[in-house]
């Protein structure tokens, strides 16, 4: 059942190079980008809608005793005061599991969950509005590490965990005795802001028969809808999202877009009138859901003549208040715990504990940069023991076609990881830069060098199976109106898309017309998330495009006289294979195939190929395919300071094809900065439950003067069988090994060993000088 | 909630043309006004509810505040110079080439192009970057009233964070600073290579006579409830040849001078720590030696 796409292309194509795809083409989006006209939620907005303000708990753990209105609705400008008891539906938006109410009812378990939605004519009275909501809490203890929340008497939930992953593979007891090294430490990898430019945004705009149409900022429509049709107890088709261009995601807006959508949504459906929310920067960074913290214990043995032998990780994940994306991050850190590397003995265990604090969102990684961190580190040290380089070590145990995760998932194809580190290493001349040993003789600044490698399985991590649609429209003129339900996030994905239909259907780029993200005319495609929009999204577009190639061919076929085998469509026009002077242009097939009554459009709908892992023993098939990633950092280390100033990163990919390699640039240069933040910068600072650095000023991500020189990327173009064009994500995997390969530098030059991300030049000026603070 | 960014609040908005207009108004609503030059510090407090001032006195417009001229000795450059524009003077860069230094570290080219240099010291705060270079340069400045005008040094002006000797019905006019031969050094530390406030800052500025230290001066940032100017770095060193262990008294001097606190950004004793790393560096730059 499952197709063989890159076959299928390769076949229409009759082994003539690609025209459109694996070029730097134009993004779609380029010019409107650049020039500031493309418009984002907010762009949307019309003097006519009212103005919804939260109002939030400023406990992170209480009861809710008494809420009071009256006060507020006496203010000028004010509509009106919506509390749990006025949702027409479900109070619930949980993403995996249901504990999760949209508007809190009886008890706040995180400082500012919403308690009340004030609306009001403009953003004065709104403000003035929810400061007069009267609400009387009964304050309860409250608890921020989760240790402490496993251990103590605190009932955030009804139970501790909202639940646990476990994998056993192979006889770890046993594996470990017969290992000659083994190196055993504790992690921690702590939480991060996605930061994106466009803070959360929602406009509803009540339908005449009941529906309700949200333009919103979110990487999910689809469960966007089936969360607002549940709050306000509609059907799916009653309720349409309309998703424009969105100023960064990460995965933040996969997590919080239905939620800030059915804000609106509630708020326009008690009202009857359109509805906006926009919040501002502090609530972003203070009340936005962020990436999990990780605690992690992580032993690995291997032989001395360096082969891995087995792996035992037990790991704890601080989910704050609710649920959210726990339950999928957890999982997919476990089934990447060994990292790229075959590792015959497994025995892995994760836990999500709920806590006071703000609860988790995805975010690019999700769950294996904390993972993968502890993975990397404990390598290095392995190395070390050893006496083998850190790199030759890594090749050594690379997972090769034919390997087994530890999943027990046979890897047949599309392996490139080991080829990948040998391209990287040479690329970043490892060798002769690690073999400079007289490098940090007497210099305060002391350079050095490490390599992180990571993987990253493309689709959703496994609680429904994983689908997308597409649909092309083919007009009288030839040219093309596409639709997909995957959003554009500023990654460039429906850019990869356009390319592809244009490929596979043989009419130039420019004639395909990407439309604005609509879930009213699609079916539900899932989330734009776990690097599946061009794997999975843009394989359901190439299918789609094929089953409107194959009619276009028949006709040419006949128009021609020719055999239909020997039917090419290139650049906008169909000829016979080996006589191109008996041809015909694209334009006049299209318009033939109206004129004959020959259906001119289609959908495409794909099912990734995966399973899902037993439950007991966590073996199965969680991914389809999975990217892998290799990033070889320098750094130099100002030892009189603590600063690390990262000198160059060199990234590489083994992400099948590369369908436009500006835009795969573009996601592996971003994620090179994101994961330096992770890896040196970024911390979200907390007291009592709530952040104190919400704000750009105090939350320091990098800035352009931070840019380490980014080397091209390395591309091993290890093709996936079953996706359009052989392509694989390629959306979070650099990211992953940045600060991976950051923290491996930093000991290279220094000799001193840390375990908790993000490093920090305080902690580094105080071990390396042996100063109490 | 605390640090919560909220829509202006509303006030009274005068937009002055001169300074006589603007001290007229600055007597008349006195407490209850503020002024409004950059913008870059008092709408962000605005927003915050840090203050809530009744009436706006907009000063950007006033062409009587915005200048940098040599007389005789001295520079003046006016309280409305926009720091980028004090960075890009050719007279700057010539007589007092360590000011433009300090301000190259500020902030970004959008708040460099709203943010004067009366704004950076009248908001007093400890990390301030121009106060370090200034208080080294010994410049004084100068206060407008209704009453006429009075010239205070720098080093006396600050009080403690946000508190000035400034009165309510007085703006400040001008910076003077002393135009002397001397070499000066501005070493910043901040959490990023950019766009990021100080952890630490130190300025340093004098002379090198026939191998000794003359009219050494070294002021701190951020490290102190005000921006700290050494004096007994000042006292102790003066005639003191130049070498390493001279450098590393310094920098034990200012160790124990500052009296740094812990917030988010840094530990007290981080600060303390690069106190003295910083001021190595700087003493180490005037004095020709590899930093």
Redesign the interface.
Known sequence: MHREYLEEVRKLLKGKDYQIVGKNIRRVDALEKVTGKAKYTADYLMSNTLVVRPVRSPYPHALIKDIDKEAALQVSGVECVITAEDVPGENQCGYYIDDQPLIASSKVRYVGEIVALVVAQDEQAAWAGADAVKVEYEELPAVFDPKEALQGEFEIHDKKSPGEVNIEKGDVERAFKECDVIVENTYNAGSQDHAYLEPEAAIALPEERGGMTVISTNQGPFRTRTTVARILGLRESEVRIITPYVGGGFGGKDTYGPVISSLAALAAYITGRPCRIVYTRYESFAFRFKRTPFEIKYKTGATKDGKLKAIEVEYICDCGGYASQVFGLMKRAAYHATGVYEVPNCKILGRAIYTNNLPVAAFNGFGNPQMLFATETQMDLLAEKLEMDPVKFRVLNALVPGSKTGTGQLLDHSVGIKDLIIKVAEKADWHSKKARVSKNNGSKKKRGIGVGCSWHGCGTTGFKKDWAGASLILNPDGSVIYCTGIVEIGQGTVTSHAMMVAETLGIPYEWVKVETNDTSRMPDSGETHAQRGTFIGGTAAVDAALKLRRRLGSLASELLGCDEEAVLIENGIAYEQGNPSNKISFRELAIEMYQRGINPSEYGFILARRGYPDPETGQGEPYAAYTFGCTIAEVEVDTETGEVDVIALYPGVAAGKIIQPEVVRGQVNGCGLLGYGYGLRERVICENGLMLNSSFTDYLIPTIKDKPKLSDFVAVEDEYKYSGYGAKGVGEIALIATPLAIANAVYDAIGVRFYDLPLNAEDIYFSLNNKER | ???????LP?FEYFSARSVKEVVSLAEQYRKEARLLAGGTDLLVWMKKRVVCPRVIIDISAVPELAFIEKRGEDLHIGAGTTLNAIRKSELVNTEIPLLAEAIGYMA?QQIRNKGTIGGNICSASPAADTAPPLLVLGASISLASAKGERVVPLSEFFLGPGKTLKEPDEILREIIIPIRQGRGAFLK?G???????SIVSVAAFGTIENGRFEDLKVAAGAVAPKPLLSNKVQEDLKGISVSEETIDHAAELIKKEVDPITD????A??RR??SG?LTKRALRKISGMEV
Do not use: H
Not at chain 2, 191 to 197: I, P, V
Not at chain 2, 264 to 267: E, F, K, M
């Open positions: 909630m605390e640090g919560e960014i909220r829509p509303r970004c530390l959490r990023r290579k950019s766009f990021t406030l988010i950004r840094a530990s004793s981080y720590e690069m790393v």
